[in-house]
């Protein structure tokens, strides 16, 4: 069987970004239940106070070298009463991988592109004109969530009580654009020791196509270099408006990932 190279993922960053989101969800008010299990190389996370939630239930890593394992994984996800995705790069994607996932109606369903950027090694672009980008800190995390809202997110005191302490922290780090002096966009970048992963980003409506996702990304490109990171990550809709915006920032192409999931 051929050798697989899902070492070109940041496979625990990922994970430790997916068991964090768990715990910061503001869809329930139910605490955070994610779990984390080694099959190999792969890692499954399963939280099953988040049902549904594929971010929070699905499976990194798998290749040839986790076949195997496969009954293994499918059997905790049963155990645990939720459906698995499979996040596989196509560096893993062997007629062999594909041939296990298939038999098991496991079909594939989107894909997306993950880029990587150093950003020592990179000279963020000139700032854009008519927007300013803020960084939010703990005692802006209420007026965030103010900002949460015009996007439709919807959560109650009692949850924004418990799940206060994730946002605008040093870990979860929140950039807000302004245009004609209104936040209408933001996005943030999760720190894992020297590592970081740029994610959640979003333009209001009536500001996109104005610059402001190329500004927040110039902006988090910014604070990992004086956070001293060694490398950053993102994915992306692939060929997206983000895609090519990430490109123009500097970030390099690393893989393409599909998501995998069970037929209903």
């Given at each position: 069987?051929?050798?697989?190279?899902?070492?070109?993922?940041?496979?625990?960053?990922?994970?430790?970004?997916?068991?964090?989101?768990?715990?910061?969800?503001?869809?329930?008010?139910?605490?955070?239940?994610?779990?984390?299990?080694?099959?190999?190389?792969?890692?499954?996370?399963?939280?099953?106070?988040?049902?549904?939630?594929?971010?929070?239930?699905?499976?990194?890593?798998?290749?040839?070298?986790?076949?195997?394992?496969?009954?293994?994984?499918?059997?905790?996800?049963?155990?645990?009463?939720?459906?698995?995705?499979?996040?596989?790069?196509?560096?893993?994607?062997?007629?062999?991988?594909?041939?296990?996932?298939?038999?098991?109606?496991?079909?594939?369903?989107?894909?997306?592109?993950?880029?990587?950027?150093?950003?020592?090694?990179?000279?963020?672009?000139?700032?854009?004109?008519?927007?300013?980008?803020?960084?939010?800190?703990?005692?802006?995390?209420?007026?965030?969530?103010?900002?949460?809202?015009?996007?439709?997110?919807?959560?109650?005191?009692?949850?924004?009580?418990?799940?206060?302490?994730?946002?605008?922290?040093?870990?979860?780090?929140?950039?807000?654009?302004?245009?004609?002096?209104?936040?209408?966009?933001?996005?943030?970048?999760?720190?894992?020791?020297?590592?970081?992963?740029?994610?959640?980003?979003?333009?209001?409506?009536?500001?996109?196509?104005?610059?402001?996702?190329?500004?927040?990304?110039?902006?988090?490109?910014?604070?990992?270099?004086?956070?001293?990171?060694?490398?950053?990550?993102?994915?992306?809709?692939?060929?997206?408006?983000?895609?090519?915006?990430?490109?123009?920032a500097g970030f390099d192409n690393?893989?393409?990932?599909?998501?995998?999931?069970?037929?209903?």
């Amino acid at each position: 069987m051929r050798k697989s190279s899902s070492t070109s993922l940041p496979l625990q960053l990922i994970a430790n970004y997916a068991y964090f989101n768990a715990a910061r969800s503001l869809n329930t008010a139910l605490p955070s239940k994610c779990e984390r299990f080694r099959f190999g190389r792969a890692i499954a996370i399963v939280d099953p106070a988040r049902p549904g939630n594929a971010m929070c239930n699905r499976v990194l890593g798998y290749c040839g070298d986790t076949i195997s394992h496969l009954p293994e994984i499918l059997s905790l996800f049963e155990e645990y009463g939720q459906p698995p995705q499979f996040d596989i790069s196509s560096d893993d994607l062997f007629p062999e991988v594909v041939q296990s996932l298939v038999e098991n109606d496991i079909s594939a369903s989107e894909a997306l592109t993950y880029l990587n950027l150093v950003p020592a090694e990179v000279e963020p672009s000139e700032p854009i004109a008519g927007i300013q980008v803020e960084s939010w800190e703990e005692d802006r995390a209420d007026d965030f969530l103010e900002l949460l809202k015009t996007s439709g997110v919807a959560c109650n005191a009692e949850i924004w009580k418990d799940r206060r302490q994730y946002y605008c922290t040093d870990i979860f780090r929140t950039f807000v654009a302004n245009c004609d002096g209104q936040a209408c966009a933001w996005a943030t970048l999760y720190v894992d020791e020297d590592q970081g992963f740029l994610a959640n980003a979003f333009t209001l409506p009536d500001f996109r196509n104005r610059g402001c996702h190329s500004a927040l990304l110039r902006a988090r490109i910014l604070d990992a270099r004086g956070l001293e990171l060694q490398r950053v990550y993102t994915d992306v809709l692939s060929g997206s408006p983000s895609h090519q915006n990430c490109r123009r920032a500097g970030f390099d192409n690393q893989t393409v990932v599909t998501l995998w999931k069970r037929d209903a």
